[in-house]
DNA sequence: GCAAAAGTGTTGGAAATACACCCATGT
DNA sequence: ACATGGGTGTATTTCCAACACTTTTGC
């Protein structure tokens, strides 16, 4: 980043002492920031998120995504965490940036620019401890309004985790750790909003050799038992791919 | 965006008024924001990037890129777009968000929290006019140390251009409107660092139906001309791909 | 006529898709 | 026995990669 004052468009050639730049980043210059957190979570076949009331009075009849301002001496990813941790107990989970979000009149309370991440946890084993301000999980088709510019957020992040999740080993984070072909596929099936073929799916994720076969059989389904697998993410590091392909 | 008042771990459950929120939002938790623009171009068969002088005396010995602080009243966007019209006098390309750095000490004059954007301009048909600090292009591939943590932005920049290149017609905008099948070729080949087979090149790009020949050859050059070819972008709205596929 | 790049088709292999039957368990 | 989903194989198609010769122009 380089540092020059103007914002009128005039042009900047001079040459600025490191003292005469502190007093402009001290000075009027400076921006409320705020991290905002999409949480996903998988349960019932469904790509949940969480979601809290807004607390702040004007929107408390609004749910919202899980945010905070950031403190000037935290790290953006720690501020995540942050919120993360104090809003559900939870810890240690994947979080992603997904992007920023600038608009001047996004926040009633003034310029607020937010960074968006998302989260995903699995919700059977991270039950969630606190459930201050209304927390918990919605079925992420059934939001059409959120506060702020908070559906927009989940729009994106949810797009994001669409191309992501096609592309990298996400998903298993939404699962237990052991789990069957079938809940592999329901998940894909409701975060892509698809349904794929049965058997090139079980080919598919064979052909690939991540999957550790557990010699494990489900408990208690009122039909033959599946398999039980985990995802192999150390021979997974060691085989990432190479992609060149236009594809447009 | 939410916001609530704690730094420290603590749970907060209380509903606050605007007023009460717009105190915190102008009071200490404000943070400078600036705007990095990686700006690329393409020029004897090479992928470039537009770099400067740091005007801050201490890195003076150093490239940097294009930045400024972000007005707070400005929305993201535009200040992106201020950046590089006040850089090179440039207007109306194709300016893309990468992601937001926000590490402590990125910055010697405190923290300055900066979004990353790119940028691709024709060299040829966008002569730069401006040329303080020592504004001109260098080979992407021959930046080895940047001002700040600037070497990261552009490597992260670069990363997510070779991505986006091969999903979306993006390449078209560092090409002059007429460009024949070898330009095409030359820039794929720089932006992805690669060689590609010159038969199979030209039979995707025919397959895809995107490019209107224009019935025009080459002239002046030392060997066969070759068809002269612009893109049709409406043709390619109308027809954008769905995307299903799990591949690791 | 020679150098340099344009233009052009075919073939084989790999991967994706479509599709149907038998099997194990709980009720 | 029957309902439910688990487990398996094959034929077809589509896409990609590899590959060589002829043509057009400038010099």
Tied chains: 1, 2.
Aim: net charge positive; aromatic share 10%; charged share 30%.
């Amino acid at each position: 980043m380089h540092i020059s004052s103007t914002k009128n468009g005039d042009l900047i050639a001079s040459v600025k002492t490191l003292s005469a730049v502190q007093t402009e980043v001290k000075s009027i210059n400076r921006i409320a920031l705020s991290v905002d957190c999409v949480i996903f979570g998988f349960d019932e076949n469904k790509l949940k998120v969480l979601l809290i009331r807004s607390d702040l009075k004007k929107f408390h009849e609004k749910w919202s995504l899980l945010g905070d301002l950031v403190d000037p001496k935290e790290e953006l990813d720690a501020a995540a965490n942050r919120i993360l941790k104090q809003r559900t107990g939870l810890d240690d989970v994947y979080l992603e940036q997904v992007r920023t979000f600038g608009g001047i009149n996004r926040h009633p309370a003034g310029r607020v620019v937010t960074v968006a991440y998302y989260s995903l946890i699995n919700i059977q084993h991270h039950k969630l401890k606190i459930l201050d301000n209304e927390l918990h999980w919605h079925d992420v088709n059934d939001i059409t309004e959120l506060a702020f510019d908070h559906k927009q957020i989940l729009d994106i992040s949810y797009e994001q985790l669409q191309r992501r999740v096609q592309e990298h080993p996400l998903a298993f984070s939404l699962l237990p750790k052991k789990f069957s072909l079938r809940e592999l596929q329901n998940l894909y099936e409701a975060i892509l909003d698809t349904k794929m073929d049965r058997r090139n799916f079980r080919k598919k994720f064979f052909a690939m050799d991540f999957l550790i076969d557990l010699n494990q059989m489900e408990q208690d389904v009122p039909h033959r038992p599946g398999k039980l697998y985990n995802f192999n993410y150390n021979k997974y590091e060691k085989k990432k791919k190479k992609w060149i392909g236009i594809d447009f």
